[in-house]
């Protein structure tokens, strides 16, 4: 089967009209402010609510040495599996390797974040590494600067985005192997000089699952540090508010927006003019289109965020950072949007793939024999209305976040008008973002 913008073939296979969905959209999210502007005077949301406590015994399963140590091993052995299958497997279209890097991992990674929390603090390979290399030897590590903040985990990302959409050939097996070599180094050189604040700050797939596990039920009590189940939208201001986060939502939101709009005729048509054959000049025109829509959001939600009164220059130039988690909701329903039908049909197809990792005819999950279920695909009207479902309740969850968030920032007098330019953004990337979901 073949996929056409992820499963979406455009806006003849959705079961209302564009229009329609965009009008509706754009009520949605003005009434919303509407509503609780004049029902919601003072902040609900608190990151320090004690939430409702799970028994103790799951804190202490969680916490124990021995499940964080089999976790990660499981981790480390199911990395090492791959890429035996990227590195000995065969060398064509077959090979499990894209189909776990830019489906398990990318998309996979964000369900599961949202479901437990922020997962790759502990199957992350490359920490485990580290963690046994640690107690083998002794380095002298340095503090790491804090004014580097997440920027390298916002390169980190834009790179990985960027040999999705804007390079030469994103298939290639040799393409992934580079890029996961380079990512190995870096994250071990880092490792070397800053130690394991490094991961924290600098792995983009870590600082990726803590961004998508803001919206998780499931955090921790800050003062007894129990697993607690509570409203996601208490979770969310719990973002650390670190240089360079406003870049590493700004990365996720519009390198998805560049997706959908890379995938239509106009842009593909005008990526053939411009570089008149050339693949260097092709990659380069993507290469500037990707750094374009990524700045666009960055600078969008900052002169939105900064757009009041009654504070002061420093005030003022903390909000993007302070508002930030507000995205976060916006990320996540694109991310499902777009890449649905890719976690669950492509996923299936990986899955498949690594119980042959070789090639050989081997049967080693039961799995040979198995035909993937388009499930999605065959069902487009069903597909399209979760898909719209998802952009269009993730933009309300971010005007309630926003709207809750303006309240505990900004001084009186200035908390409703300090935040029309935030709404006005709102409504403008949800347009943008299901006028490109129905294929532009």
């Not at 913008?5 to 965009?22: E, I, M, Q």
């Not at 990151?47 to 799951?58: D, F, I, N």
């Not at 039920?217 to 800050?222: C, E, G, M, V």
């Not at 069903?382 to 920032?409: N, Q």
Request: hydrophobic share 50%; glycine share 8%; with cysteine.
């Amino acid at each position: 089967m073949t996929f056409v913008a992820h499963g979406l073939g455009g806006s003849t296979d959705l079961p209302v009209p564009l229009s329609y969905a965009l009008i509706g959209a754009a009520w949605a999210l003005t009434f919303t402010f509407a509503i609780v502007a004049l029902a919601w005077r003072k902040p609900r949301f608190d990151a320090a609510k004690p939430g409702h406590p799970l028994p103790v015994w799951v804190t202490r399963i969680v916490d124990a040495a021995l499940t964080r140590w089999v976790v990660a091993l499981l981790g480390l052995a199911f990395t090492m599996w791959i890429l035996i299958a990227g590195l000995f497997g065969p060398q064509n279209n077959t090979n499990a390797l894209p189909g776990a890097f830019y489906v398990l991992l990318w998309v996979g990674l964000v369900a599961v974040s949202l479901a437990v929390g922020p997962v790759w603090r502990v199957v992350s390979p490359m920490r485990t590494v580290y963690r046994v290399t640690l107690s083998l030897f002794t380095f002298r590590r340095r503090n790491y600067p804090a004014r580097l903040g997440y920027f390298p985990a916002a390169f980190g990302l834009f790179a990985f985005v960027w040999l999705e959409l804007a390079s030469p050939d994103p298939g290639s097996l040799t393409a992934v192997k580079v890029w996961l070599l380079v990512y190995a180094v870096a994250m071990a050189l880092g490792a070397g000089v800053w130690g394991g604040r490094w991961f924290a700050r600098a792995d983009p797939f870590e600082v990726y699952s803590v961004v998508a596990s803001r919206l998780s039920p499931l955090r921790r009590n800050r003062d007894t540090r129990r697993v607690v189940i509570g409203n996601p939208f208490d979770h969310l201001p719990s973002l650390p508010v670190r240089p360079g986060v406003v870049v590493v939502l700004a990365v996720l939101l519009g390198s998805t927006a560049f997706d959908s709009f890379s995938a239509t005729p106009g842009w593909r048509n005008f990526v053939d003019e411009l570089s008149s054959g050339s693949q260097v000049a092709a990659t380069l025109v993507r290469t500037c289109g990707l750094a374009v829509f990524v700045s666009v959001v960055a600078v969008t939600f900052s002169l939105a965020a900064c757009a009041t009164g009654g504070v002061d220059r420093r005030q003022r130039l903390a909000l993007p950072g302070q508002m930030a988690h507000s995205l976060i909701p916006i990320v996540v329903g694109y991310i499902f949007a777009h890449y649905l039908t890719y976690l669950v049909e492509r996923g299936q197809e990986t899955m498949v793939r690594l119980g042959d990792p070789l090639g050989r005819d081997w049967n080693l999950f039961g799995l040979s024999h198995a035909e993937v279920s388009y499930i999605l695909s065959s069902h487009p009207s069903v597909l399209a209305t979760v898909k719209v479902s998802c952009v269009v309740a993730g933009h309300i969850a971010a005007v309630i976040a926003a709207h809750d968030s303006a309240l505990r920032l900004l001084p009186y007098g200035h908390q409703l008008t300090g935040q029309l330019a935030m709404m006005l953004t709102m409504v403008g990337y949800t347009f943008t973002g299901l006028y490109l979901l129905f294929g532009g």
